[in-house]
């Protein structure tokens, strides 16, 4: 909840903000909220300490972003993300909930007459910050795993609707999010399917 409450003041600061800009430079700032699903697998560099997902069924996505175009094809998104995660450590089979928030910066290249018109392609960094870890005994486990991790994502969308667009991100984690001093460790492997909504073009 305390990382919901964040991203709902983060989100507040990001309306304020861009009200001010777009009020002199109309059509340059964008921004709204974001609702998707989490599709992720794990890419283990060992059988002998390994983690699987628990199922694959996918989790929900909740953020916020900011976008702006510097030509009629050309742009930057940022996005704010939080979502969860569960899976096994197969040795002890011993289910792990994660849940994470995802700062990304993704330049954009849209193939439409205009900037957020029609088909286009992201892609960039990202950083995933581990919030809280606990297992189903609800011990907190946080500090067995790497808090910060660095990854990269590319992707595609598509504005389907004059407030809407439908986007797609395939993530790699660089870095992994559970390591051994014996060199085995574990990374995140996610696809994102998403609803963005356009609220900048909504409330103008």
Same mark, same amino acid.
Not at 54 to 60: G, V
């Given at each position: 909840?305390?990382?919901?409450?964040?991203?709902?003041?983060?989100?507040?600061?990001?309306?304020?903000?861009?009200?001010?800009?777009?009020?002199?430079?109309?059509?340059?700032?964008?921004?709204? &909220?974001? !609702?998707? #699903?989490?599709?992720?697998?794990?890419?283990?560099?060992?059988?002998?300490?390994? =983690?699987?997902?628990? /199922? @694959?069924?996918?989790?929900?996505?909740?953020?916020?972003?900011?976008?702006?175009?510097?030509?009629?094809?050309?742009?930057?998104?940022?996005?704010?993300?939080?979502?969860?995660?569960?899976?096994?450590?197969?040795?002890?089979?011993?289910?792990?909930?994660?849940?994470?928030?995802?700062?990304?910066?993704?330049?954009?290249?849209?193939?439409?007459?205009?900037?957020?018109?029609?088909?286009?392609?992201?892609?960039?960094?990202? &950083?995933? !910050?581990? #919030?809280?870890?606990?297992?189903?005994?609800?011990?907190?486990?946080?500090?067995? =795993?790497?808090?910060? /991790? @660095?990854?990269?994502?590319?992707?595609?969308?598509?504005?389907?609707?004059?407030?809407?667009?439908?986007?797609?991100?395939?993530?790699?984690?660089?870095?992994?999010?559970?390591?051994?001093?014996?060199?085995?460790?574990?990374?995140?492997?996610?696809?994102?399917?998403?609803?963005?909504?356009?609220?900048?073009?909504?409330?103008?």
């Amino acid at each position: 909840m305390k990382n919901l409450i964040l991203i709902l003041a983060f989100f507040v600061t990001t309306i304020v903000a861009a009200q001010e800009i777009t009020n002199e430079k109309e059509h340059e700032l964008s921004y709204g &909220i974001t !609702i998707g #699903t989490n599709f992720y697998n794990i890419a283990n560099n060992n059988k002998a300490d390994s =983690f699987i997902p628990e /199922n @694959l069924a996918p989790a929900l996505v909740l953020g916020v972003y900011g976008e702006y175009n510097f030509t009629k094809n050309t742009g930057v998104k940022l996005d704010v993300l939080y979502y969860s995660k569960d899976f096994l450590f197969d040795i002890k089979n011993t289910l792990f909930k994660m849940h994470f928030i995802d700062l990304s910066a993704n330049f954009k290249y849209d193939f439409g007459e205009t900037y957020r018109e029609g088909f286009y392609l992201i892609g960039g960094p990202k &950083i995933s !910050i581990i #919030t809280d870890a606990t297992s189903d005994n609800e011990e907190d486990y946080k500090h067995h =795993f790497e808090t910060l /991790n @660095l990854g990269a994502q590319l992707g595609f969308g598509w504005r389907v609707h004059k407030y809407i667009d439908i986007q797609t991100k395939l993530e790699y984690e660089i870095t992994p999010f559970f390591k051994l001093d014996n060199g085995h460790n574990s990374k995140f492997i996610n696809a994102i399917l998403s609803a963005n909504f356009d609220l900048a073009r909504i409330i103008n």
